[in-house]
């Protein structure tokens, strides 16, 4: 007789949104417009109220094919309410505000889209967001979010395995980390024009080896769409056992190289932001305790667990200690 062994990742039925209320609520988001979810980079705003939906600027566009049924990893909380990801983003490049970066993100254009591909691969070469929906198979994955700053979400997405994408790519044996870097026109980025101090565009970094991780994802939806402007369309980077500031918006140029690039945050605060940027609570961030985290949007603070959760499927990469 063939038992099936759980997998780590499979949630319990309570843990879940009842498919019937959460289509329903998706229905009546889009018939008032509404636009969904965007995640982190470090600042320390207090959150704010959510907006009525009917305020929030619709965005979607692309049309995704089908992802594969969930494939969802350790929960321990419901999903985050779409309206109020939908309106607590961190996005410097439009605001360090997070309570408007939805209302500023309407300047972005995410259509067309390219992806140039170059650094230590067989051959450079570039893509179109579209070639990436019509070549890759897209998968749905349920995971924590957990910003820097302290405050978590649990956010479902739409992408594409970045092992499957860094496959495709077809890197040389010498490579061993991959850059990526954020679109940077000023006319689409507000925030990049009213903030010239930084180092715009905005760039990070993975090991090969973390990027050809099962948990890493280049995500184009959430929430069952096309992700929104405020959340880094039309393609983003999801690391989910990393702090948020890890997870890249907005990309349009994959670098493979052998040496490990420098990081925005890093370059900037290298004694407050590393370059691995791991979920971590018992490494204390210099100005704030990372022990802990609060819920978003409910308030509720509860221990920060290793990795974010996902300690048996990336400690292997990391030294002990």
């Not at 184009?220 to 690391?239: C, E, S, T």
Request: aromatic share 12%.
């Amino acid at each position: 007789m063939l038992v099936r062994r759980p997998n780590v990742w499979d949630l319990p039925s309570n843990a879940l949104t009842p498919e019937r209320d959460w289509v329903d609520r998706r229905s009546v988001l889009r018939a008032l417009g509404y636009a969904g979810a965007g995640l982190a980079l470090p600042s320390c705003l207090p959150h704010a109220a959510p907006t009525p939906a009917a305020a929030v600027p619709s965005t979607f566009e692309w049309d995704l094919p089908a992802a594969t049924p969930n494939v969802s990893y350790p929960l321990d909380r419901p999903l985050t309410d779409e309206l109020a990801a939908a309106t607590h983003n961190n996005f410097y490049e439009f605001t360090t505000d997070k309570a408007r970066v939805w209302e500023l993100a309407s300047s972005l254009r995410p259509k067309p889209w390219t992806i140039e591909v170059r650094g230590d691969v067989e051959k450079p070469f570039d893509l179109g967001l579209e070639d990436v929906l019509a070549n890759f198979q897209l998968e749905e994955r349920t995971y924590r979010f957990r910003c820097v700053e302290a405050w978590s979400m649990a956010v479902p997405w739409i992408g594409v395995p970045l092992a499957k994408f860094v496959e495709r790519c077809k890197p040389l044996s010498k490579a061993k980390f991959i850059r990526f870097v954020s679109a940077g026109d000023a006319a689409m980025f507000p925030g990049i024009a009213s903030q010239p101090w930084y180092a715009w565009p905005y760039y990070e970094g993975l090991s090969v080896r973390e990027a050809t991780n099962e948990l890493s994802l280049l995500a184009v939806g959430i929430y069952g769409h096309a992700l929104p402007n405020q959340h880094g369309a039309p393609i983003r980077l999801v690391v989910p056992w990393k702090y948020g500031y890890k997870n890249i918006k907005s990309i349009v140029r994959i670098e493979f190289r052998e040496d490990p690039p420098a990081t925005f945050w890093n370059d900037l605060a290298n004694d407050e932001y590393d370059f691995y940027g791991n979920v971590r609570p018992d490494r204390p961030h210099p100005r704030w305790s990372q022990a802990t985290e609060q819920k978003i949007p409910s308030g509720e603070r509860v221990p920060t667990l290793m990795y974010n959760g996902y300690a048996d499927l990336v400690s292997s990469l990391y030294p002990p200690g």
